[in-house]
């Protein structure tokens, strides 16, 4: 079917599709009751597993638990947690009351949660540990719609197995949601003010799975994902816990702090990643190489530059394949035996960087979406794929260029809404000639002769230089992360006569020079150095010089060597730069910069 096949709000799906979250898991459990379903790590790090049909009569529990403490259609139920089996436990038993979902990362500020909690009205709430609870436990006494709050890793009255006892009690079956009917409300990680609620139904997620499992037909209940991104953020939730529930495969959770250890272990064959992580793996193996020398580093480069020939000509030599074998095999190597690609997504994969993985044989495939579009616009897939684009739009999604180059995409994926916004609701969404819903992403492309999307910025962070001409920092600053010696970046010039960058040295590099220098100093001392500091920013000149505007290029750098992570607030839960934070912090160091 074509897209201008289907109806005005949500898509006609197949007869045999699954049409919401309740319909995929018990398809599955009747498919594969006895596969392994989600796997997580012991005392002993070691990987245990639960099977579908056990975890389905917990799901039958929890939601009769649910019920009887008053969870009815409508209602809302969060939880507080990172990535574990009780909170798909936890999701798959709200859906089946028709109640609606509201995840929270574990790593956020209480007065996030708080807002959070109010703004939906959650009545019931799930958290990961007694940590947590000594955060918020005094919610309950000030805000009047949350009635209840269960500790998932706890075996006392108010724990979510108390409530799963209760429910087994006291059995009820599950009711169907219709497409429309929400599921979750994911809220935006709030890079541009509060956090809004985006209302995303049954049809919203599961056309979005659907769409983007119908191009890796290589998916099946044997794959496996090892899951490194957060379940409350949409990209995770739907090309992973529900993609690969739908088709009956197996999913290991794990951190970013032990992907290397637990890729080995759970071997997976696919990822659902972002660029920011690979781009920590590129270097480090660069680095790696670098450090040993001698015979291993020049067999290194002579294997990309083998593998470079082998993508350019088509033709793969002995050479190659003798390299390939002893080089790259010991790369593919770090990430288990059966890893057949990565889906990434949250920003673009630079060429360098895909080029590399594609050549060792672990392709890298870059997706395009928002949460508010559940969240897949368009894909790149092992049937199709351009390295520096964002794939074609997925099934039944239409991708228009407005006028001002803005990126409108419409089809069965696009939300329901902000909660309690119906001013930014407006503000975003549009109707085409067939009154089929749509957005407005921000965020400003180009489609080429093939159909393939890309994106050259984003409309709120772009900025216009005293010149006149328009600047778009993301991709500067991407792009200016691939020197060994940076970390991390923001480049400004907002309304200025030029742009000046704030740099997050690379601790290690700077480590690694003290010993070539023979300077006994720590790295924090090495990057205070002028000449250091020298070096940095002739070297960031220099990368960039032939791939960005002479305007473009940063004249002045300031340095700081507290990196931009998670838990100081300077990064979204998918590594976004939260742009808003960072200048509110070095906004004066920054502005000084244009001062000397």
């Not at 300077?519 to 090495?526: A, D, G, H, Q, Y």
């Given at each position: 079917?074509v897209?201008?096949?289907?109806g005005?709000?949500?898509?006609?799906?197949?007869?045999?599709?699954?049409?919401?979250?309740?319909?995929?898991?018990?398809?599955?459990?009747?498919?594969?009751?006895?596969?392994?379903?989600?796997?997580?790590k012991?005392?002993?790090?070691?990987?245990?597993?639960?099977?579908?049909?056990?975890?389905?009569?917990?799901?039958?529990?929890?939601?009769?638990?649910?019920?009887?403490?008053?969870i009815?259609?409508?209602?809302?139920?969060?939880?507080?947690?990172?990535?574990r089996m009780?909170?798909?436990?936890?999701?798959?038993?709200?859906?089946?009351?028709?109640?609606?979902?509201?995840?929270?990362?574990?790593?956020?500020?209480?007065?996030?949660?708080?807002?959070?909690?109010?703004?939906?009205k959650?009545?019931?709430?799930?958290?990961?540990?007694?940590?947590?609870?000594?955060k918020?436990?005094?919610?309950?006494?000030?805000?009047s719609?949350?009635e209840?709050?269960?500790?998932?890793?706890?075996?006392?009255?108010?724990?979510?197995?108390?409530?799963?006892?209760?429910?087994?009690?006291?059995?009820?079956?599950?009711k169907?949601?219709?497409?429309?009917?929400?599921?979750?409300?994911i809220?935006?990680?709030?890079?541009?003010?509060?956090?809004?609620?985006?209302?995303?139904?049954h049809?919203?997620?599961t056309?979005?799975?659907?769409?983007?499992?119908?191009?890796f037909?290589?998916?099946?209940?044997?794959?496996?994902?090892?899951?490194?991104l957060?379940?409350?953020?949409?990209?995770?939730?739907?090309?992973?816990?529900?993609?690969?529930?739908?088709i009956?495969?197996s999913?290991?959770i794990?951190?970013?702090?032990?992907?290397?250890?637990?890729?080995?272990?759970t071997?997976?064959?696919?990822?659902?990643?972002?660029?920011r992580?690979?781009?920590?793996?590129?270097?480090?193996?660069h680095?790696?190489?670098?450090?040993?020398?001698?015979?291993?580093?020049?067999?290194?480069?002579?294997?990309?530059?083998?593998?470079?020939?082998?993508?350019?000509?088509?033709?793969?030599?002995?050479?190659?394949?003798?390299?390939?074998k002893?080089v790259f095999?010991?790369?593919?190597?770090?990430?288990?035996?059966?890893?057949?690609?990565?889906?990434?997504?949250?920003?673009?994969?630079?060429?360098e960087?895909?080029?590399?993985?594609?050549?060792?044989?672990?392709?890298?495939y870059?997706?395009?979406?928002?949460?508010?579009?559940?969240?897949a616009?368009?894909?790149?897939?092992?049937?199709?794929h351009?390295?520096?684009?964002?794939?074609?739009?997925?099934?039944?999604?239409?991708?228009?260029?407005?006028d001002?180059?803005?990126?409108?995409?419409?089809?069965?994926n696009?939300?329901?809404?902000?909660?309690?916004?119906?001013?930014?609701?407006?503000?975003?969404?549009v109707e085409?000639?067939?009154?089929?819903?749509?957005?407005?992403?921000?965020?400003i492309?180009?489609?080429?002769e093939d159909?393939?999307?890309?994106?050259?910025?984003?409309?709120?962070?772009e900025?216009?230089?005293?010149?006149?001409?328009?600047?778009?920092?993301?991709?500067?600053?991407?792009?200016?992360?691939?020197?060994?010696?940076?970390?991390?970046?923001?480049?400004?010039?907002?309304?200025k006569d030029?742009?000046?960058?704030l740099?997050?040295?690379?601790?290690?590099?700077?480590?690694?020079?003290?010993e070539?220098?023979d300077?006994?100093?720590?790295?924090?001392?090495?990057i205070?150095?002028?000449?250091?500091?020298?070096?940095?920013?002739?070297?960031?000149?220099?990368?960039?010089?032939?791939?960005?505007?002479g305007?473009?290029?940063?004249?002045?750098?300031?340095?700081?060597?507290?990196?931009?992570?998670l838990?100081?607030?300077m990064?979204?839960?998918?590594?976004?730069?939260?742009?808003?934070?960072?200048?509110?912090?070095?906004?004066?160091k920054?502005?000084?910069?244009?001062?000397?």
């Open positions: 079917m897209y201008e096949e289907y005005k709000n949500i898509a006609i799906m197949r007869y045999d599709d699954p049409s919401n979250w309740v319909k995929v898991l018990e398809d599955t459990v009747q498919k594969f009751p006895d596969r392994p379903y989600i796997g997580q012991d005392e002993n790090g070691v990987f245990q597993w639960i099977i579908y049909k056990d975890f389905a009569k917990r799901v039958d529990n929890l939601r009769a638990g649910l019920a009887k403490i008053g009815v259609e409508g209602d809302c139920v969060g939880i507080i947690a990172g990535n009780e909170w798909a436990l936890g999701a798959f038993a709200t859906f089946g009351l028709i109640a609606k979902w509201v995840p929270m990362y574990e790593k956020e500020l209480v007065d996030t949660w708080k807002y959070i909690i109010e703004d939906s959650i009545k019931v709430l799930f958290v990961a540990n007694n940590a947590v609870h000594e918020m436990k005094h919610f309950t006494d000030n805000i719609t949350l209840k709050i269960y500790i998932i890793e706890s075996d006392a009255d108010n724990s979510l197995k108390s409530l799963e006892k209760l429910g087994e009690a006291n059995p009820i079956p599950s169907e949601p219709q497409l429309n009917d929400i599921c979750s409300i809220y935006t990680s709030g890079t541009t003010g509060d956090p809004k609620g985006v209302l995303l139904s049809g919203n997620i056309n979005n799975a659907l769409a983007g499992k119908n191009v037909p290589s998916l099946n209940e044997k794959s496996r994902a090892l899951s490194i957060p379940w409350a953020h949409s990209y995770a939730q739907t090309a992973e816990l529900c993609a690969f529930t739908m009956g495969a999913i290991g794990t951190d970013v702090d032990h992907m290397s250890e637990d890729l080995v272990k071997n997976p064959t696919f990822l659902i990643c972002v660029p992580l690979f781009n920590k793996i590129y270097d480090g193996i680095r790696l190489m670098e450090e040993e020398g001698g015979i291993k580093e020049k067999l290194f480069y002579m294997a990309k530059e083998a593998a470079k020939r082998k993508r350019e000509t088509g033709k793969a030599g002995f050479k190659y394949k003798l390299l390939d002893v095999g010991k790369v593919r190597a770090r990430f288990g035996t059966q890893l057949e690609c990565s889906l990434t997504a949250s920003a673009k994969t630079e060429l960087i895909a080029n590399f993985f594609f050549d060792i044989g672990l392709p890298i870059d997706a395009y979406g928002l949460t508010e579009s559940a969240p616009i368009s894909i790149n897939c092992p049937t199709f351009k390295l520096g684009s964002v794939g074609k739009p997925i099934e039944k999604v239409k991708v228009v260029i407005s001002e180059g803005e990126i409108l995409a419409y089809g069965p696009i939300m329901q809404g902000y909660l309690n916004k119906p001013e930014k609701t407006a503000a975003i969404m085409d000639e067939k009154g089929i819903k749509g957005i407005r992403t921000g965020d492309g180009h489609i080429d159909g393939f999307l890309f994106i050259t910025g984003r409309i709120k962070n900025y216009k230089l005293l010149n006149g001409k328009y600047v778009h920092p993301a991709a500067m600053e991407e792009y200016i992360k691939l020197i060994p010696w940076i970390a991390n970046c923001l480049v400004f010039g907002d309304g030029y742009n000046v960058a740099i997050v040295p690379d601790m290690a590099t700077a480590e690694k020079y003290a070539m220098a300077l006994s100093l720590p790295p924090e001392k090495i205070e150095m002028p000449e250091v500091q020298a070096l940095i920013g002739k070297e960031i000149k220099a990368h960039l010089k032939g791939n960005f505007g305007y473009e290029i940063p004249k002045k750098f300031i340095f700081t060597t507290e990196d931009f992570t838990d100081n607030g990064l979204t839960q998918t590594f976004k730069l939260k742009r808003r934070n960072v200048l509110q912090k070095y906004g004066e920054i502005e000084g910069l244009y001062k000397e």
